[in-house]
């Protein structure tokens, strides 16, 4: 894989990893940057440029609060540098083996951050792709919109479009991503008909709703949602009337009348008031707008509207909900395939407690050993946890290479059915749960 390669709009310069295993691409754009007029639009294909463009640094991350900041996460995650942000953040990054070409047509994990739809990154330190690349998989995680800038409605915003809908922009975009994947994938070794798409937490809740969306039919032929989703996971999305309220509450905390007026807000003072108006809930989040979600989620997968595809679900022992919530929610999503008549899902409980500290299986602890980054985490690992990563790792890997995780070297994964309706145990011991 040469490290300056051909997309779409022009050429790209990427590196190495220090190992030479691994090509890296960070930083690409995949749309025209959400500024001035195009805030509160749709994303739009990205103009062409001259030359190489350096996609050797992250891009910026769409304006949120001070990550750092937050007390435990803060030092779980956020404690070295992130990027700046800016609005023009609608960027992806892209691990792939060093030595693939565009005959490889390896397949593609499409990962897609999480952060309460109101703050996160695709760069993030623990995520990385280099893990994968090296099992064969090519890893791509995106940037999208957040708070109000990804997911602010309007009735004069309505107008813009044929359909009558505004809003969901930060789906929009990773969908737009997903399919400036499609485009260019083949250039990096990857095929576009081999794309799983993942989540967790507001990531997963993403991807939930793309699979339940008629705007994305064929795209992927896989997912795995993580501590997010299910049937009857987490509160009811927003119809378009409660979101346009809280849009205009907005509105009137800013004190603009227009969305005219509302564009030309600096970013910041949006991005504050973003975060007063919303209360204790998750206010900026996807809705049903009768076009790209035309129902309820839940609801769209009870009707049998979500994608024929394979799946894996689950979550953490200390999850959202006291570890039950989502795992209950894990189970009736797989007995909905099988009503439905699908293939059966993949079901994981994710049970070892992190060493360091009594926060155990947290919401979130997972991506430690799926990105195989513990090393740069402060915990203080023991022997199991690195076996618990390769194990995690490895079944990811062959998910999305096959649809099916289990593969040599791994303990037994059986899928969810009738017979048997017991998670994998992800843990200090690796198993299907008794």
Not at 176 to 190: K, M, P, Y
Not at 276 to 289: E, N, T
Not at 398 to 419: A, R, S
Request: hydrophobic share 35%.
């Amino acid at each position: 894989m040469n490290t300056i390669v051909t997309v779409k709009e022009g050429q790209i310069q990427g590196l190495l990893s220090p190992d030479g295993q691994c090509a890296i691409f960070r930083g690409v754009p995949y749309a025209q940057p959400p500024v001035g007029a195009l805030r509160f639009r749709r994303p739009q294909p990205h103009t062409p440029w001259e030359g190489v463009r350096d996609c050797t640094q992250f891009g910026p991350r769409c304006p949120q609060a001070d990550l750092a900041s937050m007390d435990f996460y803060g030092k779980e995650f956020y404690d070295a540098m992130v990027p700046p942000e800016s609005e023009d953040c609608l960027t992806l990054n892209i691990w792939t083996p060093a030595q693939a070409t565009a005959e490889s047509k390896l397949p593609v994990l499409f990962w897609i951050h999480g952060g309460a739809f109101m703050h996160g990154c695709s760069s993030e330190k623990e995520f990385d792709g280099e893990g994968f690349a090296r099992d064969g998989v090519i890893l791509v995680t995106v940037n999208y919109r957040v708070g109000a800038f990804g997911f602010f409605s309007h009735p004069d915003l309505d107008r813009e479009y044929p359909e009558g809908v505004s809003g969901n922009y930060g789906i929009l975009d990773q969908i737009f991503a997903l399919q400036w994947v499609r485009d260019n994938i083949q250039t990096f070794g990857g095929d576009p008909e081999k794309i799983t798409i993942d989540g967790q937490s507001a990531g997963c809740m993403s991807v939930q709703t793309i699979l339940s969306s008629p705007l994305t039919r064929g795209m992927f032929r896989g997912a795995i949602l993580q501590s997010g989703g299910g049937l009857y996971a987490m509160k009811k999305c927003p119809t378009k009337e409660e979101i346009t309220q809280t849009s205009q509450k907005l509105m009137e905390h800013l004190g603009v009348s227009t969305v005219e007026k509302l564009r030309a807000v600096p970013a910041e003072q949006l991005r504050d008031a973003a975060y007063a108006v919303q209360g204790q809930d998750l206010s900026w989040r996807p809705h049903v707008d009768g076009w790209l979600l035309p129902a309820h989620a839940d609801a769209q997968a009870e009707a049998g509207e979500i994608h024929d595809i394979a799946y894996m679900i689950g979550s953490t022992a200390k999850d959202i909900g006291d570890g039950l919530l989502l795992q209950e929610a894990g189970a009736r999503w797989c007995r909905n395939l099988l009503k439905l008549g699908r293939k059966p899902g993949y079901f994981y409980f994710f049970t070892r407690n992190l060493p360091g500290d009594d926060a155990g299986a947290f919401h979130s602890c997972e991506l430690w050993y799926q990105f195989q980054t513990m090393d740069r985490c402060w915990r203080p690992w023991e022997p199991c946890d690195r076996e618990l990563s390769r194990c995690l790792s490895g079944y990811w890997a062959n998910f999305v290479k096959t649809g099916d995780p289990n593969g040599e070297g791994l303990p037994q994964w059986k899928p969810f059915t009738e017979e048997c309706q017991r998670p994998m145990e992800l843990g200090k011991t690796v198993g299907m749960l008794e």
